[in-house]
Structure formats: structure tokens, C-alpha cells
């Protein structure tokens, strides 16, 4: 394995590592948004709720869009995006 084939190979660990901290990430967010809205305007638990599942959907679809990059046919040789 050559250089090249090896830092291709380590930038696609770190890409699909970061799946998971990015479900994380937006969740949390998602969560923190819809407390403080929830809070601010006395609607207890309809934000958290809306925007919980807001981060979760957002979540997932950046999972989806870095799945379809990586793992789709004839993407490797592409440039990325």
C-alpha cells in the first residue's frame, strides 16, 4: 500500500467517524433548542419534542448523505464535494 492509498484510506476513517458525532450533535442541539423555547414561552413539552425530532431527522440524513458518498458505485475516484 502506498502513501496515497493510505492517506485516502485514513481521510475516509476520520469522514465516517464523524457520523456518530454528528447524530450526537444534532440531537443535543435539538434538545437545547426546544427546552429553552419550551421555557421561554411556557409550552412545556411541545418544542423539546418538535426539535428533538427535528435533530434526530437531521441527524440521520447526514449519516445518509456520508453513507451515499463513501459507499456508492463509481464514487471513489470522484472528487469530493
Known amino acids: ?3 496515497k492509498e ?3 484510506m485514513y481521510l ?4 465516517l467517524s ?5 447524530m450526537v450533535i444534532a440531537i443535543v442541539l435539538g434538545l437545547v433548542a426546544g427546552l ?3 421555557s421561554r414561552f411556557g409550552t412545556e413539552p ?3 419534542l418538535l426539535f428533538i425530532f427535528g435533530g434526530i431527522l437531521a441527524g440521520f440524513r447526514i449519516m445518509y448523505k ?3 458518498r463513501f459507499f456508492s458505485e463509481g464514487n471513489s475516484d470522484e472528487p469530493r464535494k
Do not use: E
Open 36 to 38: 429553552y423555547l419550551d
Open 12 to 15: 475516509t476513517v476520520a469522514d
Open 1 to 3: 500500500m502506498d502513501d
Open 66 to 68: 456520508t453513507y451515499m
Open 46 to 48: 411541545i418544542f423539546t
Open 6 to 8: 493510505k492517506k485516502k
Open 18 to 22: 464523524t457520523m456518530g458525532f454528528a
